[in-house]
Structure formats: C-alpha cells, structure tokens
C-alpha cells in the first residue's frame, strides 16, 4: 500500500505561481506513473498532468500546457507541479494519484492510489 501526501496549496493571485508536492511512502507498493488531478465544485475530477516515472516523460491536458510543469525526483519519491500565469479557473483542489497507466494517462481511472488533496484558490 502506497499513501501520498499533497502540499504547496495555497491563495495566490491571478498571475502568480504555486508549486505541488506529493510525497509517496509505504511498503510493497510499486507505480510507473504519477499524476495531478483537481476537481472544483460541481465539476468532474480532470487530470492536469501525468509523468512517467522511469524516464520522466510528462504529459499535459490541454489547459496544462504551457503554464503547467510536471517533474519528479525519483530519490525522493515526490512529485511536483510548477503552476504559473494561474488562472481564477485553475481554483480546484488538487490531487496526487500513482499507478500503473500506460494509456488514457489522465483518466481517474487509470490510477490505483490518491492523495488527500491541497486546496488551490486563484483570485482575480
């Protein structure tokens, strides 16, 4: 069993930067991919961003790019999201999975272990 811990949330505003930690311990547990998710109110939760643990490729939803960076360090079996130019819509909690995709990399679904969540609020 993996558990995965969120951090780096926060209140910023339009324009500003925030940067996601998720942090992965226990025993006997094994994944080849992270990824972010978030869900705001009302909504569906979407991934945002996934890496491929062994190599660190990433992949980007559509509203990631640009702005998003997904990065890892393996030593440390953390993962982070750089946020930047957020955007009052970005505001969602976000959310650490890890598991084992090799396809459809940003559907819930697809993912065997979810952290708590850090709350992200971008005002206008």
């Known amino acids: 069993q993996v558990q995965l811990v969120e951090s780096g949330g926060g209140s910023v505003q339009a324009g500003g930067s925030l940067r996601l930690s998720c942090s992965a311990s226990?025993?006997?547990?094994?994944?080849?991919?992270m990824a972010w998710f978030r869900q705001a109110p009302g909504k569906e939760r979407e991934g945002v961003a996934a890496?491929?643990?062994?190599?660190?490729?990433?992949f980007y939803s559509d509203s990631a790019k640009g702005r998003f960076t997904i990065s890892q360090n393996n030593a440390k079996n953390t993962a982070y999201l750089q946020m930047n130019r957020l955007k009052p819509e970005d505001t969602a909690m976000y959310y650490c999975?890890?598991?084992?995709?090799?396809?459809?990399?940003?559907?819930?679904?697809?993912?065997?272990?979810w952290g708590r969540g850090t709350q992200v609020t971008v005002s206008s």
């Open positions: 226990g025993y006997g547990y094994s994944y080849s991919r």
């Open positions: 890496i491929y643990a062994p190599d660190g490729s990433p």
């Open positions: 999975a890890a598991g084992h995709s090799d396809y459809d990399v940003l559907s819930p679904s697809q993912y065997n272990y």
